[in-house]
């Protein structure tokens, strides 16, 4: 089945300690975003790419980096992890552009954990 | 600037009761789509429906319908005859249908079904 897979679903990391939490797709879609979701909040997109331009948020901390190396997989990497940081983290992608139908596909996410 | 409204922040509900999720919202764009989005405790987000802002028929799935009225900007998700398998978040989102591909979600709406 296509979809969006991100591995790992749980990850503990330490204060500082920098992480990479990668998401693949099946979908063959063009955009692919990064959110962080904390409890009880909307998501909140960090970033994105269209093809390979990658796109950042005004608001999003540097010390949040994302990788895309081909069309299936896209990467976030958190340089020093703080305790704010501890979140769920989802990947989506879509289809923009001629076939563009609007919705997101979401991955099941990666809650991360800072000790 | 776009927004969307979810008044509602929680609601609980006894199982076979119908329950009507509201959805508000604020766009300068004359096409535009709307969506509704599931979010189990699981916590990936499922797509439920799209909406074209030209088409204003009401859409009914199974237990599931949605009103869309662009006279009052809104777009409501009612479950009928709810199920303890429907405790979820459920997200409005919007986004222009051309120009920037990125959503605006709302804060979502708990959806709590006792048995």
């Known amino acids: 089945d296509a979809m969006v897979i991100q591995n790992p679903r749980y990850q503990v990391t330490q204060f500082g300690k920098p992480v990479t939490l990668s998401c693949s797709q099946t979908?063959?879609?063009?955009?692919m975003y990064w959110y962080q979701q904390k409890s009880s909040q909307a998501p909140k997109l960090l970033f994105h790419?269209?093809?390979?331009?990658?796109?950042n948020e005004a608001d999003t901390p540097d010390n949040f980096q994302s990788r895309r190396p081909n069309t299936s997989f896209c990467f976030l990497d958190i340089r020093s992890p703080g305790l704010g940081d501890a979140a769920m983290y989802l990947c989506?992608?879509?289809?923009?552009?001629?076939?563009?139908?609007?919705?997101?596909?979401f991955g099941p996410g990666t809650r991360l954990t800072v000790l | 600037a776009q927004k969307v409204t979810q008044a509602q922040t929680e609601i609980s509900v006894v199982e076979k009761e119908d329950v009507t999720l509201d959805c508000v919202y604020e766009?300068?764009?004359?096409?535009?789509?709307l969506f509704w989005y599931k979010q189990p405790p699981s916590g990936e987000l499922v797509f439920l429906i799209r909406?074209?802002?030209?088409?204003?028929q009401n859409e009914i799935s199974g237990r599931y319908s949605w009103n869309f009225q662009k006279s009052t900007s809104s777009f409501n998700f009612t479950i009928t005859a709810s199920q303890v398998v429907d405790s979820a978040v459920y997200f409005c989102?919007?986004?222009?249908?051309?120009?920037?591909?990125?959503?605006?979600f709302g804060r979502g709406t708990s959806l709590i079904v006792h048995p």
């Open positions: 766009t300068r764009d004359t096409t535009y789509y």
């Open positions: 909406r074209n802002s030209f088409d204003e």
């Open positions: 790419y269209y093809d390979k331009d990658f796109n």
């Open positions: 979908l063959n879609h063009n955009v």
């Open positions: 989506a992608t879509s289809r923009a552009g001629a076939r563009d139908m609007g919705e997101q596909f």
């Open positions: 989102a919007l986004r222009p249908s051309g120009g920037s591909y990125i959503p605006t």
